[in-house]
């Protein structure tokens, strides 16, 4: 029985190619992003546990007590320059040396352009203090000295031609200064992708903190004999140390930058393992269809066999095997598709921070372990339909020429199907119009009712769509008659283009109605002519762009938002959160709503206004008093003057559910504290495209802060969203890619099936040219089918999700008809190029070779 199966897999390993090729896919999607998530994190782990010191003691969290307490102006929390030799005391510790790291600077070169890594993100500067374990090296040059001069890193300076001797400038919070570049440095692990700033160690404090006598954190050396953890532990001991300070050794912090980037990454993986997911429930179809069609080709062979001897549970058991042939086969390939898959993306690698990965390629066991259980046991349960419908042909059918499966399914079993289907759409359209958890249920019923009702749907929907595309004669009512003739084959090979296109539909959906949510609530809220804000990598908005804002010609109305970490206290609770200050003109430039609607005004001089979810965790009302404390140990008292709307989507403009104060009490509270926004309307008569670009020309010196109108607002905050949609819709793109393979398979094995036929009718005097139309109008006519299917369900399931998520910011729904339209074109497309070789293949029948054949 064994030969007998491997032989009847050899005679049709030609046919089930695209079956494998869909499994290979699916695969090497979950695969590759494994692969992927597990090169960053080693990637950033690595470079973490190469670059600390035995123990390193930190200054506090930012958002801590203690944090907002010890933070520089503008800058991070800081710890004494008195603590270094603290530590340096504790018995075991064999050397300690203080350290400076910021990550909120921008770097400039000449021609005021901006100098970034390969990755993107914020510039970090720090302190020049290499030893043994710094994670870079004195590549070219010479070390820095005095506050003229600095290192660069090597990929930074060459993306952006500066060599040694150019000066730069760097823009810090405690202001803007220029220096020559003396030294090149490398990086002895993984490049982070990011740029890289030293200087010298005496001057960095005031540089890049602004307050002398300050460090961000201490590095120290174990002694001989003195483990990390145990030093650790004296350190957190030591008398004078408090506990403020975080001691962590190496293990933790290469821990704790593993689980930063891993968050960083999630999305990712979700996002690919999620369509991974899709790209194998389609591959489910078409493996099904496959071996349904190739079991009711081999009838008589199934019911030789059971005439023979063979029981049912062989022949079902010889399915399986074929099967786990195919699924063994296609899931190693797949599995080094995959491998090649990650080594390609590894670019997106610099998008969550950690650079473009210059190491291997990380495959832990987990990967082809999963690799392969995704890939057998995906086609395994696929093939249990088929096998089960193999194991049921009697010995008698060896004795004629009968299909197992096929028919019209009609009858009793459609019947029940249709029962069937109807009571799980009612179901499902009950669960969509309850909302909430209930809606996902609802998604899920419908596309179970969708399958069930799938044969039916081929019979009632198909013939109209059938109609209008093939044109009529006798070519196109055979192409119309060989959809129809097995319903559920039909019905089933559609199901895979249908599912496909309902996932990119409901993406399409939900990110056009994101997006309209986000315009309307700017149209709503942004009322400046001009925004001018600091691009991604945190820069600040010092003030010399604010200075630079209000000298630039045109220029009327200057609103200044600031923000800073401040704590906040009432009824018993602590929040060490942001909190902004305006000035009080900005009612005009940001129309925010207090929670009965109305306008919300400024806050005056000693009153703070909170969002209305704020006010509800804090128990607070119009005239409670809440405390204030600064960084510095200032406290105010403040009296709640309004209560503001809430933002359900978040910050669309600004940090829009953070406490609000009067930019005089925030610069009490806070001296150092940053603009984050600064809002300009343009003077009385200045066109509003003159005063940009002359606040783009101001703002030259400054690349860290654009100046942007409403619509380029509107672009910004969309830049998220489209950036994610892209991602989706090339991800989606596979599963498309499999149902395409899914009709060109059916069709394929559709066109070997009839062989005898499609050599009558050449008898019969059919051209070549009349039976590659009769296939290619079946391959229009399917490919229509499913798709127009799947934008119907698609769009549904996107409607069921918007109002799902109204009350969290989605409160427009738009259907993009562009892109469904594009989807429908697209499936004329992909029914014309499926064909192509199912088309060929059935014009070149030889003719007195098909007749002969059974």
């Given at each position: 029985?064994?030969?007998?199966?491997?032989?009847?897999?050899?005679?049709?390993?030609?046919?089930?190619?695209?079956?494998?090729?869909?499994?290979?896919?699916?695969?090497?999607?979950?695969?590759?992003?494994?692969?992927?998530?597990?090169?960053?994190?080693?990637?950033?782990?690595?470079?973490?546990?190469?670059?600390?010191?035995?123990?390193?003691?930190?200054?506090?969290?930012?958002?801590?007590?203690?944090?907002?307490?010890?933070?520089?102006?503008?800058?991070?929390?800081?710890?004494?320059?008195?603590?270094?030799?603290?530590?340096?005391?504790?018995?075991?510790?064999?050397?300690?040396?203080?350290?400076?790291?910021?990550?909120?600077?921008?770097?400039?070169?000449?021609?005021?352009?901006?100098?970034?890594?390969?990755?993107?993100?914020?510039?970090?500067?720090?302190?020049?203090?290499?030893?043994?374990?710094?994670?870079?090296?004195?590549?070219?040059?010479?070390?820095?000295?005095?506050?003229?001069?600095?290192?660069?890193?090597?990929?930074?300076?060459?993306?952006?031609?500066?060599?040694?001797?150019?000066?730069?400038?760097?823009?810090?919070?405690?202001?803007?200064?220029?220096?020559?570049?003396?030294?090149?440095?490398?990086?002895?692990?993984?490049?982070?992708?990011?740029?890289?700033?030293?200087?010298?160690?005496?001057?960095?404090?005031?540089?890049?903190?602004?307050?002398?006598?300050?460090?961000?954190?201490?590095?120290?050396?174990?002694?001989?004999?003195?483990?990390?953890?145990?030093?650790?532990?004296?350190?957190?001991?030591?008398?004078?140390?408090?506990?403020?300070?975080?001691?962590?050794?190496?293990?933790?912090?290469?821990?704790?930058?593993?689980?930063?980037?891993?968050?960083?990454?999630?999305?990712?993986?979700?996002?690919?393992?999620?369509?991974?997911?899709?790209?194998?429930?389609?591959?489910?179809?078409?493996?099904?269809?496959?071996?349904?069609?190739?079991?009711?080709?081999?009838?008589?062979?199934?019911?030789?066999?059971?005439?023979?001897?063979?029981?049912?549970?062989?022949?079902?058991?010889?399915?399986?095997?074929?099967?786990?042939?195919?699924?063994?086969?296609?899931?190693?390939?797949?599995?080094?598709?995959?491998?090649?898959?990650?080594?390609?993306?590894?670019?997106?690698?610099?998008?969550?921070?950690?650079?473009?990965?210059?190491?291997?390629?990380?495959?832990?066991?987990?990967?082809?372990?999963?690799?392969?259980?995704?890939?057998?046991?995906?086609?395994?349960?696929?093939?249990?339909?088929?096998?089960?419908?193999?194991?049921?042909?009697?010995?008698?059918?060896?004795?004629?020429?009968?299909?197992?499966?096929?028919?019209?399914?009609?009858?009793?079993?459609?019947?029940?199907?249709?029962?069937?289907?109807?009571?799980?759409?009612?179901?499902?359209?009950?669960?969509?119009?309850?909302?909430?958890?209930?809606?996902?249920?609802?998604?899920?019923?419908?596309?179970?009712?969708?399958?069930?009702?799938?044969?039916?749907?081929?019979?009632?929907?198909?013939?109209?769509?059938?109609?209008?595309?093939?044109?009529?004669?006798?070519?196109?009512?055979?192409?119309?008659?060989?959809?129809?003739?097995?319903?559920?084959?039909?019905?089933?090979?559609?199901?895979?283009?249908?599912?496909?296109?309902?996932?990119?539909?409901?993406?399409?959906?939900?990110?056009?109605?994101?997006?309209?949510?986000?315009?309307?609530?700017?149209?709503?809220?942004?009322?400046?002519?001009?925004?001018?804000?600091?691009?991604?990598?945190?820069?600040?908005?010092?003030?010399?762009?604010?200075?630079?804002?209000?000298?630039?010609?045109?220029?009327?109305?200057?609103?200044?938002?600031?923000?800073?970490?401040?704590?906040?206290?009432?009824?018993?609770?602590?929040?060490?959160?942001?909190?902004?200050?305006?000035?009080?003109?900005?009612?005009?430039?940001?129309?925010?709503?207090?929670?009965?609607?109305?306008?919300?005004?400024?806050?005056?001089?000693?009153?703070?206004?909170?969002?209305?979810?704020?006010?509800?965790?804090?128990?607070?009302?119009?005239?409670?008093?809440?405390?204030?404390?600064?960084?510095?140990?200032?406290?105010?008292?403040?009296?709640?003057?309004?209560?503001?709307?809430?933002?359900?989507?978040?910050?669309?403009?600004?940090?829009?559910?953070?406490?609000?104060?009067?930019?005089?009490?925030?610069?009490?509270?806070?001296?150092?504290?940053?603009?984050?926004?600064?809002?300009?309307?343009?003077?009385?008569?200045?066109?509003?495209?003159?005063?940009?670009?002359?606040?783009?020309?101001?703002?030259?010196?400054?690349?860290?802060?654009?100046?942007?109108?409403?619509?380029e607002y509107k672009r910004l905050v969309r830049g998220g969203i489209d950036g994610v949609l892209d991602l989706v819709y090339a991800l989606l793109g596979l599963a498309v890619l499999i149902a395409a393979l899914g009709v060109v398979n059916t069709l394929t094995l559709s066109v070997v099936e009839r062989t005898r036929e499609?050599?009558?009718?050449?008898?019969?005097?059919?051209?070549?040219?009349?039976?590659?139309?009769?296939?290619?109008?079946?391959?229009?006519?399917?490919?229509?089918?499913?798709?127009?299917?799947?934008?119907?369900?698609?769009?549904?399931?996107?409607?069921?999700?918007?109002?799902?998520?109204?009350?969290?910011?989605?409160?427009?729904?738009?259907?993009?008809?562009?892109?469904?339209?594009?989807?429908?074109?697209?499936?004329?497309?992909?029914?014309?190029?499926?064909?192509?070789?199912?088309?060929?293949?059935?014009?070149?029948?030889?003719?007195?070779?098909?007749?002969?054949?059974?």
């Open positions: 029985m064994l030969k007998a199966t491997l032989r009847g897999f050899l005679a049709q390993r030609g046919r089930m190619v695209l079956s494998g090729l869909a499994v290979l896919l699916s695969v090497a999607f979950v695969a590759g992003t494994l692969v992927l998530a597990d090169t960053v994190t080693r990637a950033a782990a690595e470079f973490s546990a190469a670059g600390a010191a035995d123990v390193t003691v930190q200054a506090p969290t930012p958002d801590s007590a203690a944090g907002l307490r010890s933070a520089a102006p503008g800058g991070p929390p800081t710890l004494p320059v008195d603590v270094v030799e603290l530590v340096r005391r504790v018995p075991g510790v064999r050397d300690a040396r203080a350290a400076i790291t910021v990550d909120n600077v921008a770097l400039v070169a000449a021609g005021n352009r901006r100098v970034e890594g390969a990755a993107g993100g914020p510039t970090t500067a720090a302190d020049w203090s290499p030893d043994a374990r710094s994670p870079v090296r004195l590549a070219q040059g010479r070390e820095p000295h005095g506050p003229s001069e600095l290192l660069m890193d090597a990929d930074s300076a060459r993306r952006a031609h500066v060599r040694l001797g150019d000066r730069v400038r760097v823009v810090a919070v405690p202001g803007s200064f220029e220096a020559a570049v003396v030294g090149i440095v490398a990086y002895r692990t993984v490049d982070p992708g990011h740029t890289s700033v030293f200087l010298d160690t005496a001057v960095a404090s005031t540089r890049l903190l602004g307050v002398p006598g300050v460090v961000t954190s201490v590095r120290v050396d174990a002694g001989a004999g003195v483990t990390d953890d145990e030093l650790a532990g004296r350190i957190e001991r030591a008398p004078g140390l408090g506990t403020d300070a975080v001691v962590r050794t190496r293990a933790q912090v290469a821990d704790a930058e593993t689980a930063e980037t891993a968050s960083g990454v999630e999305f990712v993986r979700s996002a690919m393992l999620g369509f991974g997911g899709v790209s194998l429930l389609v591959a489910g179809f078409l493996i099904v269809n496959t071996f349904s069609m190739l079991v009711a080709r081999r009838t008589r062979e199934c019911g030789l066999l059971r005439a023979l001897g063979a029981s049912r549970a062989q022949v079902r058991r010889s399915v399986y095997v074929e099967a786990l042939l195919l699924a063994s086969i296609a899931s190693v390939l797949g599995l080094a598709a995959g491998i090649g898959l990650a080594a390609g993306l590894r670019g997106a690698i610099g998008g969550v921070g950690v650079g473009p990965a210059d190491g291997p390629l990380v495959i832990t066991v987990r990967t082809p372990v999963a690799a392969l259980l995704v890939g057998v046991l995906g086609t395994l349960l696929a093939a249990a339909v088929p096998a089960a419908r193999a194991s049921r042909v009697p010995p008698m059918a060896a004795l004629r020429d009968t299909a197992v499966g096929a028919g019209s399914g009609s009858g009793r079993p459609a019947r029940r199907r249709a029962v069937v289907g109807a009571v799980l759409v009612t179901l499902g359209m009950a669960a969509a119009v309850a909302g909430g958890p209930l809606a996902i249920v609802g998604i899920v019923l419908s596309l179970v009712a969708f399958v069930v009702l799938g044969p039916t749907l081929v019979r009632t929907v198909l013939p109209p769509i059938a109609r209008v595309l093939v044109r009529s004669g006798a070519v196109g009512r055979l192409g119309r008659g060989n959809l129809m003739r097995d319903p559920r084959r039909t019905g089933a090979t559609a199901a895979a283009l249908t599912i496909g296109v309902a996932v990119v539909a409901a993406t399409a959906v939900v990110a056009a109605s994101a997006s309209g949510s986000m315009d309307a609530r700017i149209d709503r809220t942004l009322g400046g002519d001009i925004t001018v804000r600091s691009d991604k990598s945190g820069a600040p908005l010092t003030t010399e762009v604010s200075d630079a804002v209000r000298r630039a010609p045109g220029v009327g109305r200057v609103v200044r938002l600031r923000e800073a970490r401040i704590e906040v206290l009432a009824d018993g609770r602590a929040d060490h959160g942001w909190v902004q200050g305006a000035d009080p003109e900005l009612p005009s430039v940001l129309h925010r709503r207090s929670a009965s609607g109305a306008p919300a005004p400024a806050p005056a001089p000693g009153t703070i206004s909170l969002g209305a979810g704020y006010a509800r965790d804090f128990h607070l009302s119009i005239g409670s008093a809440v405390l204030l404390r600064g960084p510095t140990g200032t406290e105010l008292t403040v009296t709640v003057a309004a209560l503001r709307e809430p933002d359900p989507a978040g910050q669309s403009i600004g940090r829009r559910d953070a406490p609000l104060v009067a930019l005089e009490t925030l610069t009490a509270l806070a001296p150092g504290a940053q603009d984050s926004m600064i809002f300009v309307d343009g003077a009385p008569g200045t066109d509003r495209a003159k005063l940009k670009a002359a606040l783009r020309t101001a703002l030259a010196p400054f690349p860290q802060a654009s100046a942007r109108d409403r619509d499609i050599g009558l009718l050449r008898a019969l005097g059919t051209s070549r040219g009349q039976i590659r139309r009769m296939v290619r109008a079946e391959s229009l006519a399917l490919s229509v089918y499913g798709t127009l299917l799947g934008l119907l369900l698609g769009v549904g399931w996107g409607v069921v999700a918007q109002r799902g998520l109204a009350d969290r910011g989605l409160e427009v729904l738009a259907v993009p008809w562009a892109t469904l339209a594009a989807l429908v074109a697209g499936a004329g497309v992909v029914g014309v190029l499926a064909a192509v070789l199912p088309a060929r293949r059935a014009a070149g029948t030889a003719v007195l070779t098909a007749i002969a054949t059974e």
